[in-house]
T-cell receptor, first 111, second 111 residues
Framework: DTAVSQTPKYLVTQMGNDKSIKCEQN?????MYWYKQDSKKFLKIMFS???????INETVPNRFSPKSPDKAHLNLHINSLELGDSAVYFC??????????FGSGTRLTVV | DAKTTQPPSTDCAEGRAANLPCNHS???????VYWYRQIHSQGPQYIIH???NNETNEMASLIITEDRKSSTLILPHATLRDTAVYYC????????????FGQGTRLTINP
């Protein structure tokens, strides 16, 4: 069983569309995150949820909206996609104390 | 967030020990040193973390200086699969603390 699974793995879409990326973890962790890795390979946090509650919200356009229906799921919805949104998006989870477990990433390409 | 300095790249012969240094002179007393790596296009992988004592697990050893201003990650018998970017990240262990990724060190293992 994959500990942190993201779907889809690849996503190609046109500018202006709305898309969602799903994430699920089966590790029983309380906290989940979304990270973005741009073309220069910098990894930067976007959001964090602890037990369904938003606790970290970095400077991210409000076109990005995370949703956590339960503590095992954290989805990312993106409205009005722009070319600059092209990146690899990683979901991760962590226990209260300890290391993160990352998913394998979703490569988003906006054309 | 404590700032870290890592060499941009290094290489090592297969089967030898790979040593990856990191300076974190502004680390605070309640921050641990975490090490992660990212193998090409995959999600970052947790390796090890420590506070002030040296730590060892099945993947690596972590040596932290007494003043905690620097640390070294040691991969005792490097293999080709250890080729990756390695990140040293100070982080408080409790709570949903974000990971702040720097540029890391690109380690290349040569056959």
């Amino acid at each position: 069983d994959t500990a942190v699974s993201q779907t889809p793995k690849y996503l190609v879409t046109q500018m202006g569309n709305d898309k969602s990326i799903k994430c699920e973890q089966n590790l029983g962790h309380d906290t989940m995150y979304w990270y973005k890795q741009d073309s220069k390979k910098f990894l930067k946090i976007m959001f964090s949820y602890n037990n369904k509650e938003l606790i970290i919200n970095e400077t991210v356009p409000n076109r990005f909206s995370p949703k956590s229906p339960d503590k095992a799921h954290l989805n990312l919805h993106i409205n009005s996609l722009e070319l600059g949104d092209s990146a690899v998006y990683f979901c991760a989870s962590s226990p209260l104390a300890g290391g993160y477990t990352f998913g394998s990433g979703t490569r988003l390409t906006v054309v | 967030d404590a700032k870290t300095t890592q060499p941009p790249s290094t290489d090592c012969a297969e089967g030898r020990a790979a040593n990856l240094p990191c300076n974190h002179s502004t680390i605070s007393g309640n921050e641990y040193v975490y090490w992660y790596r990212q193998i090409h296009s995959q999600g970052p992988q947790y390796i090890i973390h420590g506070l002030k004592n040296n730590e060892t697990n099945e993947m690596a050893s972590l040596i932290i200086t007494e003043d905690r201003k620097s640390s070294t990650l040691i991969l005792p018998h490097a293999t080709l699969r250890d080729t990756a970017v390695y990140y040293c990240i100070p982080r408080e262990i409790q709570g949903a603390q974000k990971l702040v990724f720097g540029q890391g060190t690109r380690l290349t293992i040569n056959p």
